[in-house]
C-alpha cells in the first residue's frame, strides 16, 4: 500500500518539525508528512539546555553569527541574512512561546521549559494537517518517474519533494552516499577533556575565566573553564573541542593543553606583579589569599604545584618559587588523555558535503527535488544556541523554496 504526499519531511526532530510547520504556512494547499524513525518527536529538543531548550543566541549580526560554527561559517552568511537570530525571537514570539535572554546571551522560552517548544510545534504540526508517522524508520530512497519512494519496514511513501532533517545518523547518510552524495566522515564536537592532575583532580565544581590552548596547534580559546570529576570543561574547553574537533580525532585525544588562568596577563607581566607582592605583603602567607581573581582553592593547588609550603610566607619565597609561580599561573601545561560527551547533546561535526548543497533553497546539487535541513549536514556550531539556530535557518530556507515551487 502506498502513502501519496506532495512533501515528506524524514526526521521528526527540530529541523523537521520547523520545516514542516513553515512550509504549511507558505502553502497550506501541500499535504505534507513528517516520518520518525522512532517512537518520539522532539527529543533532542526535550533535553537541550538542560530541559529547558536553548532556542538561539542574542548574536543579531548575520556575520558575526557565522563566527560561531566551525563548519558552516562560510556557507551560512547568506542563509543568516534571510532568517536569523533576531527572525527566531520573533517566530516564537508570534507562535505563542514568549522568549527570555540570559546574561551570557544564551536565549530560552520564558516558561524556562523544553515543552513550551514542543507543545508549540506539535500543536502547529496538528492543526496545520501536517501527517506525523512515527516508528517509520526509511530502508531505502528511490527514484521513478521524476517522484520519490521511500520504504519504511511497513509502508511505502511516495512524495514529488523530500526534505531529509535526520541529524546524525549514519543510516540515512548511508542511503544518500548509494544516491551519489559525499559524506564527510563524523567525528565528535563539543566534548570535554579527560585529564588526571594532581593539581586539579580534587578541584571539581571549580569554575573561572580562563584562556587555553593546545600545543603544537593554533587551536586557542578563552572564557569560562570548570573542573570536573573528569578533568576540564565549560565553554572554552567546549570552543577548543569543536574548533579543534577533526585535528583533535586524529591525535586520539592526547595532547598537551596549555592553561593561563590570569588571561590579561602573561609569564613575564605575572612575575612583576608577584615580585612587587613580595615586596608590599611580606609577613603574609601566600597561600592563603589569593591576590588575583580566581578560586581560592585553585590559587591554594597552584601554590602548591610551584613547590612553596602552605606556611611560606611572601617575604621567605625565592626568585626560582616565584617563577615557577608565574608559570603555573599563566603557562601551565596538563596532559590530556581521551574526551568525555559533553551532558546528553551529543554534536558531531560531519555530515553531507556543503559543496553539494545551494544554500539559496538548501536543495541538493545531486538529487532533484531533496532539499536538507540541520545537522544531517557537515554543519556544526559551540555551544549556546546555534546549533539549534542552524536549524531553523535551514528550515526556514526549504520550506519557503519548496512552498514557491523553487
Known amino acids: 500500500m502506498q502513502h501519496p504526499f506532495d512533501v515528506i519531511i524524514i526526521g521528526g526532530g527540530a529541523a523537521g518539525f520547523f520545516t514542516a510547520i513553515n512550509l504549511s504556512e507558505k502553502n497550506a494547499s501541500l499535504k505534507i508528512a513528517i516520518l520518525e524513525r522512532g517512537k518520539e518527536v522532539l527529543s533532542k529538543v526535550r533535553i537541550s539546555g538542560g ?16 563566527g560561531y560554527y566551525p563548519r558552516g561559517n562560510k556557507e551560512l552568511r547568506g542563509p543568516f541574512h534571510t532568517f536569523a537570530a533576531a527572525d527566531t525571537v520573533t517566530w516564537f514570539q508570534q507562535h505563542g512561546v514568549l522568549i527570555k535572554k540570559e546574561e551570557d546571551g544564551r536565549i530560552f522560552p520564558q516558561a524556562n521549559t523544553s515543552q513550551a517548544v514542543i507543545d508549540c510545534f506539535t500543536r502547529l504540526q496538528q492543526s496545520s494537517g501536517i501527517q506525523l508517522f512515527t516508528g517509520e524508520n526509511v530502508l531505502s530512497l528511490q527514484r521513478s518517474n521524476d517522484i520519490w519512494q521511500l520504504q519504511t519496514q511497513q509502508t511505502m511513501f511516495i512524495a514529488k519533494q523530500i526534505c531529509i532533517a535526520t541529524g546524525n545518523s549514519p543510516a540515512v547518510w548511508k542511503l544518500l552516499q548509494q544516491l551519489g552524495h559525499t559524506i564527510i566522515p563524523p567525528v565528535p564536537s563539543l566534548f570535554t577533556f579527560n585529564c588526571k592532575d594532581e593539581r586539579i583532580i580534587h578541584l571539581p565544581g571549580v569554575a573561572t575565566n580562563a584562556a587555553v590552548s593546545i600545543k603544537d596547534t593554533k587551536l586557542k580559546a578563552s572564557g569560562p573553564v570548570l573542573i570536573t570529576h573528569w578533568g576540564m570543561s565549560g565553554p572554552a574547553v567546549l570552543k577548543l573541542s569543536a574548533w579543534g574537533a577533526r585535528m583533535l580525532h586524529e591525535k586520539n585525544y592526547s595532547f598537551i593543553l596549555f592553561v593561563n588562568w590570569l588571561p590579561e596577563e602573561d609569564v613575564e607581566s605575572a612575575l612583576q606583579k608577584l615580585k612587587l607582592l613580595k615586596e608590599q ?32 610566607r611572601w617575604a621567605d619565597v625565592s626568585n626560582i618559587q616565584l617563577q615557577q609561580l608565574a608559570q603555573q599561573l599563566c603557562n601551565a601545561q596538563f596532559t590530556i588523555h581521551g574526551k568525555s560527551s559533553f551532558k546528553e547533546e551529543f554534536v558531531t561535526a560531519g555530515g553531507i558535503d556543503l559543496k553539494e548543497i545551494d544554500f539559496k533553497t538548501m536543495r541538493s ?34 520550506a519557503s523554496a519548496i512552498g514557491a515551487g523553487e
Open 365 to 398: 546539487k545531486v538529487l532533484p527535488n531533496v532539499y536538507f535541513a540541520g545537522e544531517v549536514l557537515n554543519i556544526d556550531a559551540v555551544t549556546g544556541g546555534f546549533n539549534f539556530q542552524n536549524a531553523w535557518t535551514g528550515g526556514y530556507i526549504a
Open 281 to 312: 605583603q611580606a609577613q603574609k602567607i601566600i597561600a592563603v589569599k589569593s591576590p588575583f581573581v580566581i578560586p581560592s582553592r585553585l590559587w591554594e593547588s597552584i601554590v602548591h604545584a610551584s613547590a612553596i609550603s602552605k606556611q611560606t
Open 51 to 66: 530541559g529547558r531548550c536553548n532556542v538561539t543566541h542574542a548574536c543579531f549580526d548575520a556575520n558575526e553569527l557565522t
